[in-house]
T-cell receptor, first 114, second 115 residues
Framework: AQSVAQPEDQVNVAEGNPLTVKCTYS??????LFWYVQYPNRGLQFLLK??????LVKGSYGFEAEFNKSQTSFHLKKPSALVSDSALYFC????????????FGKGNQVVVIP | EAGVTQFPSHSVIEKGQTVTLRCDPI?????LYWYRRVMGKEIKFLLH????????ESGMPNNRFLAERTGGTYSTLKVQPAELEDSGVYFC?????????????FGPGTRLTVL
C-alpha cells in the first residue's frame, strides 16, 4: 500500500526566509510524487510533480522539490517565503502500477510571519 | 478553461437524512475521482470513474455511499442515510488521461456536516 507522512502539523517561517515542508513516502516501485496547495476556501491547486528524470523539480510560484530515493523523501522548498504562501500544503504519491488513486499526507499548515 | 466545480459548497444535515453532492469535471476529462478529508486527517480516495464506468471503488466506506456518472459528464455522490462520521470535506478531481503520471485537478470541495 502507498502512504505519505508529513511529520509537522504547522510550519512557521519569517517572510524572506527559506521555507521547507517535509514529506516522506512509501510505495512499491518507482513513485509518482505530487505537491498540492490549498488556500482558504479554495480547492487543492497543483504545484509540481516528480515522475522521472532530474531529482530537482521546479513548479509554480517559485516552489521546488527534491526527490531523494534513498531517503524516500520529496521535500518542498522555496528560497524566500512570502506572506501569500501561507496555506495548507499536501504531499501525495501513487505507484507506477495498477490504480490511479493518490495517497495523501495529512497536510502541513504553513504560516509566513511578516 | 473552467476548473472542476462542486455543488453545494456547504451542506448541514441531520443524521439519517440524505445528501447528494455534485461534481462537474473539466470539459474533456474522462477521469473523475472522489476523495474525502475528515477533519485534520489525510485526504482519502473514494473512487475513480473512467467516463461512466467505475474503474476503482475500493475506497468507498460502505453501502450508504452511492456514486454515479451517467453519460460520463458530471458525477453525483449520494450519502443515504448520513451518519455523524460522514462529516468532512468531499473533493472531486478530474484528469484527461488515465496515466498515473498525470496530475489531477481538484475542485473546491463540499463541506458536509452531519448533526
Amino acid at each position: 500500500a502507498q502512504s505519505v507522512a508529513q511529520p509537522e502539523d504547522q510550519v512557521n517561517v519569517a517572510e524572506g526566509n527559506p521555507l521547507t515542508v517535509k514529506c516522506t513516502y512509501s510505495v512499491s516501485g518507482n513513485p509518482y510524487l505530487f505537491w498540492y496547495v490549498q488556500y482558504p476556501n479554495r480547492g487543492l491547486q497543483f504545484l509540481l510533480k516528480y515522475i522521472t528524470g532530474d531529482n530537482l523539480v521546479k513548479g509554480s510560484y517559485g516552489f521546488e522539490a527534491e526527490f531523494n530515493k534513498s531517503q524516500t523523501s520529496f521535500h518542498l522548498k522555496k528560497p524566500s517565503a512570502l506572506v501569500s504562501d501561507s496555506a495548507l500544503y499536501f504531499c501525495a504519491v501513487r505507484g507506477p502500477y495498477g490504480n490511479n488513486r493518490l495517497a495523501f499526507g495529512k497536510g502541513n499548515q504553513v504560516v509566513v510571519i511578516p | 478553461e473552467a476548473g472542476v466545480t462542486q455543488f453545494p459548497s456547504h451542506s448541514v444535515i441531520e443524521k439519517g437524512q440524505t445528501v447528494t453532492l455534485r461534481c462537474d469535471p473539466i470539459s474533456g476529462h474522462d477521469n473523475l475521482y472522489w476523495y474525502r478529508r475528515v477533519m485534520g486527517k489525510e485526504i482519502k480516495f473514494l473512487l475513480h470513474f473512467v467516463k461512466e464506468s467505475k474503474q476503482d471503488e475500493s475506497g468507498m466506506p460502505n453501502n450508504r455511499f452511492l456514486a454515479e456518472r451517467t453519460g460520463g459528464t458530471y458525477s453525483t455522490l449520494k450519502v443515504q442515510p448520513a451518519e455523524l462520521e460522514d462529516s468532512g470535506v468531499y473533493f472531486c478531481a478530474s484528469s484527461k488521461w488515465t496515466s498515473g503520471s498525470n496530475e489531477q485537478f481538484f475542485g473546491p470541495g463540499t463541506r458536509l456536516t452531519v448533526l
